[in-house]
């Protein structure tokens, strides 16, 4: 059974960094789409960042240039590197790995909140 399970939520500083890390098991990282997603409170869950199977990377025009995506398959894990956080970054973020619609698999979500 795949499990995907997400850390590394926080509170920062406007400005300030985190990292997030989406452990997956069950199932070998390399065999699915991975994706971060986020949820603000009364908006839509949107696409963040995403690592495609052969390692390209796709991200949302709002976190181009501050969030990096990575994928360490020794370590069966997936990270988001977020950088000069601010506020409109405050939202749950939630770890996707999509194999198919049969294997679409989700985390908990983390929640980050970005505030003086």
């Known amino acids: 059974q795949v499990q995907v399970v997400e850390s590394g939520g926080g509170l920062v500083q406007p400005g300030g960094s985190l990292r997030l890390s989406c452990a997956v098991s069950g199932r070998s990282i390399g065999v699915f789409r991975m994706g971060w997603y986020r949820q603000a409170p009364g908006k839509q869950r949107e696409l963040v960042a995403s690592?495609?199977?052969?390692?390209?990377?796709n991200y949302a025009d709002s976190v181009k240039g501050r969030f990096t995506v990575s994928r360490v398959s020794a370590e069966n894990t997936m990270y988001l590197r977020m950088n000069s956080l601010k506020p409109d970054d405050t939202a749950v973020y939630y770890c996707?790995?999509?194999?198919?619609?049969?294997?679409?698999?989700w985390g908990q979500g983390t929640q980050v909140t970005v505030s003086s």
């Open positions: 690592i495609a199977t052969y390692g390209s990377t």
């Open positions: 996707n790995a999509f194999g198919g619609s049969q294997n679409d698999y």
